[in-house]
């Protein structure tokens, strides 16, 4: 008795923190793609829902005919926020369920971590979530935004409108917002603001004790000039933020607050009302007055079967990616990698702000920037909106990857081409 | 320029009929219907400048959002939500103008640079309102404002102002704009005092920003004002410090309270423990939940309610645990720490399933939001409830364990259990209580922390690792040394935090702990007797 509980307990947990869930077996006349978002731990709370929303994407192409005549099957695996298992998980939907992409990942180092198993397997990764860029991958196409597509605007926004001065760019510490960070510092000392004029500060993931960051946030900002905060704070760290925020009283006509990582979905757990004018710069926002998004949500609610759930700018992505990947294989007549890679380059498509997204040489895809500012009912109002701009993978503003740019076009096939000396092959990958 | 203009059309109107206003604001409001933000912000300025004091509620309801213009006319109406549909109310005069249904209406967007000046000319149009509190806003808006062109304005109002927090805010917001004004060295002189007194980083900013303009002959004055100013902000933030130290104690202690018990006293190495606080966290948003769709008057009572809810829902997971895991595990710590750390995973995953990944909303009462000034510190509300709260569960079941005969059949199982069952105790009955008890604080704490942090799945995992540390620190077993511990790791991180930074700040605390648990193995407080080492 004693030793069956014991392992009861031992296996449920192994088995818990490990379990692949796959969709129904395999038939042979379908085509299968990967899902690859953690189901469970830590970044359960973000992934979940881009699962939920492939599933559906899935259902609606299969309502339409499928591809190639085909219907298409998903084939969902768990992760676990696990980074290495990452790795395995995608090796084992490439090498064992032969599906024909794969679409997954949140944080960059889960998408560091399955990098190598995409080249070496030569198969097709679309990432959804925004980024640091300073990648460019043969076999990944980053469909979220890059740095010039969400913090450069959103910091041209704040100078521009709000004659914002001093900044403080605060992050949680891990290579996102290092990396964003160090963009934004080049960009805004390029503007000519000065090093004294600029805080930056880290934290723990989770962190959850804000009372001594907020409070010198507000002494940084009692300077006479106009503060803003550059926010790259990660997920479950910025409702305790912002409950501090509200608390300690900042608002936002004195030290508005942009953050890229917080979106609805966040705010979803959060009361609203003391946030109205803090800011989020994205792709796409839920309260984006358009047709295509009008249905989009009304397919979503359907799906889920809660008209309370959100969507969110993830998702935008992950509908773009979707999408290019259909017209690219029915472009190719077929799912073979190399055809589909041949053919994706360029392929555009309809985005849900009303406009179209293009898949560019580098493998990233044409953007609107929105600037939004919350309200009290936790959605944003769009306050800016800029012309579709084009990924760009390696900064301008990095002494390092400046003069790098990525063309996966035939012949050059290169992600890190030097333009000052004509070579492929700079730095990173 | 424009703000005198408008201190003068007040001064004027203040004293003279409102008929006599110079120019109706009606059409003003009107053209919000198509202006962008550059143009709203000039109409602002415009609708402040007819220094009628008819506007003030059309200028609060843009800075709300609730300012909506008539597609079919570009008329532009307050409007209340009613339903689906908008009562639409005149901007000016207050009367009602029927509904109308949504899609009839386009709201006229706002931004924080519109806000901002929306609350600038609501200062000067406020200044000399009936209205204490929004008298005392205004003052508060051109303190943080200073210019010379509300001078007049405000020696108007405080020459009428009768109410002593309203008047010295004046009194400051005058001497803030008086210095950079072309008035004599004399007044000038009693400003940098009054500023002195004053106080805060916000004096500093204003010295400095008058320094180069002023009379050389005053410079030395600021200096000093300055430097007596920054030695009194030091003391400030040191007690600041020391609070924020506390309010974390506070936190790690109410984590950790719940396992001083179950770890502290019975010596199971629970790693389940984090989930009791999150289920304490969930059984409040449910109780939340209930109140809202049906008794929303009693939202400011919620936390309450959901106390016993969470005590009693945890105690009975907790109770359910240990009868159907644990008891067949005791004295063998490393089975047990693999049982609950299995438990923990099918506890969130649970939740998961039953309330979706996302975080759920956890309101705060309202006399638990915002903050309150002690003299240069800043205290929130909802931190200082936290620090009463956990001491007094703390001082609770300190009574409970020393005062009350179960505390004693408690004391007496976990010193002896042989000798106690031979007393007639029914041993494997407390251990079951003892347990639900821990948990049941456990779920407790839970209340308290859904209201600074996530109620997510996640929840627990923070904590866990903060809670053993507190624990160990303390002293295992020892009530007290739980209590210590908790507030002497957060007063060492808040420290450490300013000057090393969050991230290092806590690796340091995790050093510092493992070279004081090899001088130190049993913590703080070690037990001392026999029962060490039974």
């Known amino acids: ?100 992409a794969v679409f997954g990942c949140w944080t960059s180092s889960s998408r560091k971590s399955v990098l190598p198993v995409f080249e070496e397997l030569n198969s097709i990764l679309f990432y959804p979530v925004q980024y640091e860029g300073e990648e460019s991958s043969r076999n990944i196409f980053y469909t979220g935004a890059a740095p010039n597509q969400q913090a450069i605007p959103a910091v041209d926004y704040l100078m521009e409108t709000e004659g914002v001065e001093r900044w403080v760019l605060a992050g949680t510490d891990y290579v996102y917002p290092q990396t964003t960070n160090k963009i934004l510092k080049a960009y805004l000392m390029s503007k000519g603001v000065a090093e004294d004029d600029i805080m930056i500060n880290y934290t723990p993931f989770g962190h959850s004790d804000w009372q001594t960051i907020v409070t010198d946030i507000k002494n940084f900002g009692s300077a006479g000039k106009k503060t803003a905060v550059v926010s790259t704070i990660n997920g479950d760290a910025n409702v305790p933020f912002y409950k501090e925020l509200a608390n300690q009283g900042v608002k936002a006509e004195d030290i508005p607050v942009v953050a890229f990582s917080v979106g609805e979905e966040e705010l979803a757990g959060l009361d609203t009302a003391p946030l109205v004018g803090h800011l989020a710069a994205w792709n796409y926002f839920q309260s984006v007055d358009s047709e295509a998004n009008a249905e989009f949500i009304e397919q979503w609610h359907a799906f889920t079967g809660n008209d309370k759930r959100v969507t969110n700018d993830p998702m935008e992505a992950a509908y773009i990616g979707f999408n290019a990947w259909v017209k690219a294989v029915e472009a190719a007549g077929t799912t073979d990698t190399d055809a589909v890679l041949d053919t994706i380059i360029g392929v555009t498509v309809p985005n849900l702000s009303g406009g ?49 740019i990525a063309d996966w076009r035939k012949p050059m096939e290169c992600g890190n081409f030097n333009v000052a000396t004509g070579k492929c092959g700079g730095k990173g990958s | 320029m424009r703000i005198r203009f408008v201190s003068l059309i007040f001064l004027i109107l203040s004293f003279a009929a409102p008929c006599l206003a110079q120019s109706d604001p009606k059409p003003l409001i009107n053209q919000l219907a198509n202006a962008n933000f550059k143009q709203a912000e000039d109409i602002i300025g415009q609708i402040a400048a007819t220094g009628d004091a008819r506007v003030v509620p059309a200028l609060e309801a843009f800075a709300e959002g609730d300012l909506y213009a008539r597609k079919a006319d570009d008329v532009v109406f307050i409007t209340t939500a009613s339903g689906s549909k908008l009562a639409l109310v005149d901007p000016l005069t207050g009367e009602s103008a029927g509904e109308v249904a949504k899609g009839a209406m386009t709201k006229i967007k706002v ?47 405080l020459a009428r102002e009768t109410d002593g927090e309203v008047r010295a805010r004046m009194e400051e917001a005058r001497a803030v704009s008086l210095l950079t004004s072309g008035r004599s060295i004399e007044e000038k002189r009693e400003a940098i005092e009054r500023i002195r007194n004053y106080g805060g980083r916000d004096a500093i900013g204003v010295l400095r920003g008058a320094y180069g303009s002023i009379d050389a002959s005053l410079q030395p004055d600021i200096d000093k004002a300055i430097g007596a100013i920054e030695s009194e902000i030091a003391l400030w933030d040191m007690a600041q410090n020391v609070w924020y130290g506390l309010s974390l104690g506070s936190v790690l202690l109410l984590a950790a309270i719940g396992l001083a018990i179950t770890f502290g006293v019975m010596g199971i190495i629970n790693m389940a423990h984090g989930e009791m606080v999150m289920l304490g966290a969930y059984s409040t948003f449910v109780v939340q939940d209930i109140i809202r769709s049906s008794a929303p008057q009693l939202f400011d009572w919620s936390l309450a309610i959901a106390l016993p809810v969470a005590f009693l829902v945890t105690a009975a997971v907790g109770l359910a645990i240990e009868r159907g895991v644990i008891r067949f595990l005791y004295g063998r710590p490393l089975e047990t720490l693999l049982a609950t750390w299995g438990i923990s995973l099918i506890l969130q995953q649970a939740i998961r399933s039953i309330f979706g990944p996302t975080n759920q909303e956890v309101g705060n009462p309202s006399w638990m939001s915002g903050s309150f000034a002690l003299g240069g510190m800043n205290v929130t509300w ?9 001491l007094s569960i703390f001082f609770a079941l300190l009574v409970l364990m020393k005062k009350s005969s179960f505390g004693l059949q408690m004391r007496a199982v976990t010193q002896n259990r042989r000798m106690a069952s031979s007393m007639g105790i029914r041993t494997p009955w407390v251990d079951a209580f003892t347990f639900a008890l821990g948990s049941g604080i456990a779920g407790i704490a839970g209340v308290a922390l859904s209201q600074i942090d996530n109620v997510s799945p996640n929840l627990g995992q923070s904590y866990i690792i903060d809670s053993f540390m507190v624990v160990v620190f303390g002293g295992v077993g020892n009530l007290w040394g739980t209590l210590v511990g908790a507030m002497s790791l957060g007063v060492l991180n808040k420290f450490l935090e300013p000057w090393a930074g969050a991230v290092l700040g806590k690796i340091l605390v995790l050093v510092l702990i493992i070279l004081f648990i090899q001088k130190r193995p049993r913590g703080l407080f070690a037990l001392k007797g026999r029962a060490v080492e039974a």
Do not use: C
């Not at chain 1, 339409?64 to 990452?86: C, N, R, T, Y």
């Not at chain 1, 800016?384 to 790098?404: H, N, R």
């Not at chain 2, 519109?114 to 204490?132: K, W, Y």
């Not at chain 2, 909802?382 to 956990?390: A, L, P, T, V």
């Open chain 2, 382 to 390: 909802n931190r200082m409830w936290i620090i009463i709260f956990s």
């Open chain 1, 1 to 100: 008795m004693k030793i069956s509980v014991k392992l009861g307990g031992v296996l449920l947990a192994a088995a818990l923190s490990t379990t692949a869930f796959h969709g129904a077996f395999a038939q042979e006349d379908t085509i299968k793609i990967g899902v690859l978002h953690s189901l469970s731990g830590t970044m359960a709370i973000s992934e979940t829902t881009l699962k939920d929303a492939m599933l559906m994407l899935v259902e609606e192409q299969n309502k339409k005919g499928g591809v190639l005549g085909k219907q298409i099957e998903a084939v969902v695996v768990d992760p676990a926020s696990d980074w290495p298992l990452f790795a395995e998980k995608a090796r084992q939907l490439i090498s064992q369920d032969k599906v024909a």
């Open chain 1, 356 to 404: 179209y997204a293009t898949v560019m040489p580098n493998h990233h895809i044409t953007k609107p920037v929105l600037i939004g500012e919350i309200q009290a009912d936790g959605q944003f109002e769009v306050v800016q909106e800029t012309p579709a701009v084009v990924g760009d993978e390696w900064s301008d503003y990095l002494p390092d990857s400046k003069d790098l």
């Open chain 2, 111 to 157: 931004n924080n640079n519109l806000r901002r000046a929306i609350r600038d000319a609501l200062g000067a149009l406020t200044l000399m309102s009936p209205d204490r509190n929004a008298r005392l806003q205004a003052a508060n808006t051109m303190l943080a404002a200073p210019s010379e062109d509300n001078l007049e304005l405000i020696e108007t109002a």
